[in-house]
């Protein structure tokens, strides 16, 4: 290859990423056999509710906002996706709760809890802002009580949580993508470091 | 608003469990009770494919 | 020099065996699980869906709830009125210890309470002369004969009705005041106000700011959601109208609202929002703080999740 191949952004990020990401790697065939327990599902689970809280919001998204209170199908799919984000809620703290009494985090593992630890609150601002966007009595109520916690730090100046329009926005755009880039590094962490191997136990070899 | 399922109807005042500080609905506190039941199962019952994994290499 | 080994740190090397993983396989069957999951529960439970206030609704079930609101705002008592940053100067608002983090901010999202509320919709009606009359005189008049007609209406506050469709203030020293209450009030009733609020005399809007402050500000509003369990003394902020599990995972947010002193504290919101934020920090570096992250290795909950390795070690 001429050395100014070698030199070019693509080429050097590509070799980077083949090196740091081999194939075998990013679709790993094997697993440590310590990975022997129902704990360990509970991450996929949360990843595929996360799949599931977009698609049926993708569907209520077809038909627009308030389709869901003039219809029986619409209402439907609201119910799938507020049970889809009561499933990821329900196993990403079961998740959590499993990774934190692994201490996940040994072995250069920090920044693959932290992803984890942020994405599990940029879902809370998630939910909430889907709360926010029911156009019901509901977001009126949440909307009017959640405004004074916001008010009180000076972040309601910015983000007017009695504003459908901007909290559908962040609710729909902003926050999903973080949720899912936040998702993408976490998963891309865990296999590029492996599943945390078990304490050593005294005596044991 | 004609509904599609909705087999159990929770469309009424829920119920409120008080204990000294505490106030929980139950709706919530299933929620969370389930989560710490299904979290204690999953670290107890056995994984299986375990004759799988001792002869792995 | 070799560094010590620190076993909450760091993580020995694995020199075990590995198992067939299919990882794609995994991954499908997760989600087939969860989609089915997720249509039993929407089949069997459904989601709320309770039906929103309108300003004609309050008006017609409350009448003199929305006339002693519609007083408030324009003598300037309303919550909205008195709340201070981002929506006017007249309050300094919360503050934690030195720090009055709104006020910092400053305005804006302004909101003048009389004008917004009262002044501005009437102003938009067509065609009505004694409340043109009215207006003009409220307009006109100086702020201290404005408060002198606003304390009268306030006094008579007691002895409002509303009878066959029509609301009487019962005082005669309140100026245009009344005039002006009761044309709110018909506007109201009619579900005019509700449009006159949130669009403000334009074509399309998605900001509803105005008509949710005005709500808010009344007492109607605040007794539907503590019939619906959702007051912050009732633990609201986790809850969901009628049986439904709410928002679970905002427990320890509403916890805090409960216990001193932030149960009796008038910065109550900053220094829960505060407590919370310190705490979400502590949440995301927990690797960094000992103590907090031995405890896995002590409560030894690890030796039942990875037995089956530790039997083959110890077999081994």
Not at chain 1, 78 to 90: A, D, G
Not at chain 3, 247 to 265: G, H, I, N, R
């Amino acid at each position: 290859m001429s050395s100014a191949v070698e030199q070019q952004w693509t080429t050097r990020l590509r070799k980077k990423l083949v090196v740091a990401m081999p194939a075998s790697q990013l679709l790993p065939d094997t697993q440590p056999s310590y990975v022997a327990s129902w704990i360990y599902v509970f991450g996929v689970t949360t990843m595929a509710s996360l799949g599931m809280v977009i698609l049926t919001g993708c569907v209520l998204a077809l038909e627009g906002p308030v389709w869901w209170h003039q219809s029986s199908v619409g209402h439907y799919v609201n119910s799938l996706h507020l049970w889809s984000v009561e499933v990821f809620f329900f196993a990403m703290v079961v998740h959590l709760w499993g990774k934190y009494f692994m201490a996940a985090w040994r072995g250069k593992r920090a920044l693959t809890w932290i992803t984890g630890a942020v994405t599990f609150l940029v879902s809370v601002g998630a939910a909430f802002t889907g709360y926010l966007s029911q156009s019901n009595f509901d977001s009126q109520w949440i909307s009017t009580q959640a405004k004074d916690g916001i008010n009180s730090t000076g972040v309601g100046g910015f983000f007017n949580v009695l504003n459908l329009g901007q909290m559908l926005m962040w609710h729909i755009v902003l926050l999903p993508l973080g949720a899912v880039v936040l998702t993408g590094l976490h998963v891309l962490l865990v296999r590029y470091r492996g599943v945390v191997p078990p304490f050593e136990e005294k005596g044991a070899a | 608003m004609g509904l599609i399922g909705a087999l159990i109807n929770l469309d009424h005042y829920g119920h409120y469990l008080t204990w000294h500080w505490l106030n929980i609905s139950v709706a919530n506190l299933v929620v969370i009770v389930l989560m710490i039941a299904v979290f204690i199962s999953a670290l107890l019952l056995p994984f299986p494919g375990r004759a799988k994994r001792r002869s792995g290499k | 020099m070799k560094k010590a080994f620190r076993p909450d740190v760091d993580a020995p090397e694995y020199r075990g065996t590995y198992s067939p993983y299919d990882i794609l396989k995994e991954g499908t069957i997760a989600f087939v699980v969860v989609a089915i999951l997720v249509f039993a529960l929407a089949t069997i439970f459904g989601s709320p869906d309770e039906p929103e206030v309108t300003i004609k609704a309050w008006a017609n079930g409350a009448p003199i709830d929305f006339a002693q609101t519609a007083l408030s705002e324009l003598n300037g008592s309303s919550i909205s009125a008195s709340y201070g940053a981002p929506y006017n100067h007249n309050a300094p608002g919360q503050q934690l210890g030195p720090l009055t983090l709104a006020k910092w901010v400053g305005v804006r999202i302004p909101i003048n309470s009389a004008q917004d509320f009262v002044v501005g919709p009437l102003e938009a009606l067509p065609n009505a002369p004694q409340l043109d009359q009215a207006l003009q005189q409220w307009k006109s008049a100086s702020s201290s004969q404005q408060s002198s007609w606003l304390t009268a209406a306030t006094n008579a506050e007691p002895h409002f009705t509303f009878q066959s469709g029509t609301l009487n203030l019962h005082t005669t020293s309140a100026g245009p005041v009344p005039v002006m209450i009761s044309n709110l009030e018909a506007m109201a009733r009619s579900g005019a106000l509700d449009q006159s609020l949130v669009n403000g005399g334009n074509f399309y809007t998605t900001d509803y700011t105005k008509p949710l402050l005005f709500i808010s500000d009344s007492a109607y509003l605040s007794d539907l959601g503590a019939k619906q369990h959702l007051l912050g003394t009732q633990w609201g902020m986790m809850n969901e109208t009628g049986s439904y599990p709410g928002q679970s995972w905002l427990w320890l947010y509403t916890f805090f609202y409960q216990v001193p002193p932030m149960s009796t504290s008038s910065n109550a919101d900053v220094e829960v929002f505060a407590l919370m934020g310190l705490l979400s920090l502590v949440f995301v570096f927990v690797p960094f703080i000992p103590g907090l992250r031995s405890l896995p290795r002590l409560t030894r909950v690890y030796r039942l999740i990875w037995r089956e390795h530790y039997r083959d070690v110890e077999k081994a």
